[in-house]
């Protein structure tokens, strides 16, 4: 093959199949199957300790999976012979937590890691890391540190620098649950602008109206299995099985509690 894997990786989707992880003696994740086909945006959701960022974090390699297959943009990254870095430059990450450097302006924050792995000479990453910063309404805040800047932006710059690495599948790992409300919509918003673009998406959020919107798939997982996946209307707006529903009514009514009788 000539072809180096960035070439070949184009508009990547994704394709999980039966996979398992544990930890110990714990199954996190017992058979699950997932698709998210190039360009399109699907959002996981579940209760806390389902196996949510456990799914996400098999997908790019920070957790081995114990058995099942995942294939991202035609590539089986479960394959031992597979190259992880060049696999991984593929895919951008974006946390609850932001991440950034404290001691790296905004523009480095997004230029280090083009510059080191992708070898690009400083002017390019610039360039490159401008436009995106651009791209998330950040295009003046280049010389800023971190913590001059408010969570919503911190996120947006952390986006900026995935982007930076011009990924063909973005993770996102519950990107707003660490910011103030009224910061959420901005980060929503690009993440929106994203998939018009033609992202292909894997989003962890509980922000509904967002999946509700923007997902062209919903995926409810509840124990480290699927329970429901389908458009997002028919999962949300009319779901089937007695978890799903007692989910979505603890995270439309946070203020909803079960009494017993
Ligand atoms: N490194 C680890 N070692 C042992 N157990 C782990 C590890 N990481 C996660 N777990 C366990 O796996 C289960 C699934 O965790 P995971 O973080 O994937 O859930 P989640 O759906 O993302 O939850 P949340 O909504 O709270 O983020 C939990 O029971 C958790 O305690
Ligand atoms: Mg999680």
Redesign the pocket.
């Known amino acids: 093959m000539s072809e180096t894997i960035e070439e070949q990786f184009q508009a990547a989707g994704v394709v999980i199949d039966g996979l398992h992880k544990s ?2 003696p ?1 199954e ?2 017992k058979g699950i199957d997932l698709e998210v086909a190039p360009g399109q945006v699907v959002c996981l959701i ?12 098999c997908v790019n390699l920070l ?1 081995q999976p114990n058995g099942g297959s995942i294939d991202v943009g035609g590539y089986d990254v479960t394959d031992p012979d597979i190259d992880v870095d060049a696999m991984r430059r593929n895919v951008g990450m974006v946390f ?1 937590q932001f991440n950034l450097f404290p001691h790296l302006t905004v523009l480095e924050n997004c230029t280090v890691a083009q510059q080191k792995v992708l070898k690009r000479k400083k002017p390019d990453a610039d360039r490159i890391a401008e436009k995106n910063l651009a791209k998330v309404g950040l295009g003046e805040f280049g010389d800023r540190y971190p913590d001059q800047l408010s969570g919503g932006q911190q996120q947006r710059v952390a986006i900026a620098r995935a982007l930076s690495m011009d990924p063909k599948l973005m993770l996102f ?2 990107p707003t649950s660490a910011l103030d409300p009224e910061t959420v919509g901005e980060v929503l918003s690009i993440m929106r602008n994203l998939a018009k673009d033609g992202m292909t998406m894997l989003v ?1 959020t509980h922000e509904m109206a967002f999946a509700r919107d923007v997902a062209d798939r919903v995926v409810f ?1 509840d124990d ?1 299995v699927v329970v429901e996946s389908g458009p997002a209307a028919q999962v949300i707006g009319d779901p089937q099985t007695p978890r799903m529903q007692d989910f979505l009514k603890r995270v439309l009514d946070p203020t909803h509690v079960e009494v017993d009788e």
């Open positions: 930890y110990g714990v996190v994740l579940g209760p806390s300790g389902s196996g949510k960022s456990t799914l996400l974090r957790e609850q790992d519950e962890v997982m480290g």
